[in-house]
């Protein structure tokens, strides 16, 4: 038996969800074409015969300033302590490498790191040998691969960089255990994702979803969360004209929660709270679920 842990890193938006998600054959961590998505870090559990691994999703390292995006940071980096190895996403679309040469440089771990160049269907085969290159220069060491997720192709290589540097000899979750996140949590991921594919930049990244109670009951599994927002005006725009806009991303939400859980959804009532500068306050983010343990 082998296992272990590995954690994926990188820049936001770079596809280190995707890559989860297509690691396990299953939505475990939501996704969207919006920067700083993942707020968590989030495990997703790869079985096979006599082998478990652990990847943990992290959140894209920013510069922000906000406590949420110190909180984001700090999930990131503590999230490479104590891992096998370290599978590193840059997105091949992306001019500038410095950025990532500086992530890189700046996590502490000694965990060994596999470099994956991911979105190479977005660039000519020329752009992609320039920047493996680039990167083999920088890191004579390492191992440096080329992916696609969105095509489900370099995800066998990655896989089979890794198994060699686990460490373990036991399983760390229970067989048939997919990820360490329990349903509440997937449903405020999943209403936070709807709110990044139906509104406009600003508010899915000043928003926040709390779910105040999840029961399941004879009759299916009853629902009750809030959204919060940052600024009063945003209100009118999540409610919309006659509601409509809140009834899009509660439909949405809950065909999706619906098809991941295999179970009725009979209730799932949305609210919407304003909390003027959440993002910043220590006691709103540890009551939202972003404080420090
Ligand atoms: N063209 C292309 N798009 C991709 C690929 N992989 C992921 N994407 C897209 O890139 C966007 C970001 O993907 P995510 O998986 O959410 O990225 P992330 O790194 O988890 O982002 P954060 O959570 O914000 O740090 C989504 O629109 C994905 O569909 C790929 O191989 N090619
Ligand atoms: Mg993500």
Redesign the pocket.
Known sequence: MRSGFVAIMGRPNVG??TLLNALLSKKV?I?SPKAQ??RDAISGIYEEKDLQIVFV?TP?IHQGERKLDSHMRRSAFSSSRDVDAIVYILDASEKDMDPDFRIIDSISSDAPRIFVLNKIDLIRPEIGEDKIQTLCEHYPNALVLEASFKENFGLKEIKEAVIPLLSGDMPFYPTDMITDKDQSYQAKEVIREKMLHFLRDEIPHSSAVVVDSLKEKEDGIHLFATIILDKENHKGIVIGKGGQMIEKIKVAAKTELQRMWKTHIATLKLTVKVEPGWRDSPKALQYIGYGDR
């Open positions: 280190k969800s961590s996704v998505t993942t999703d894209g």
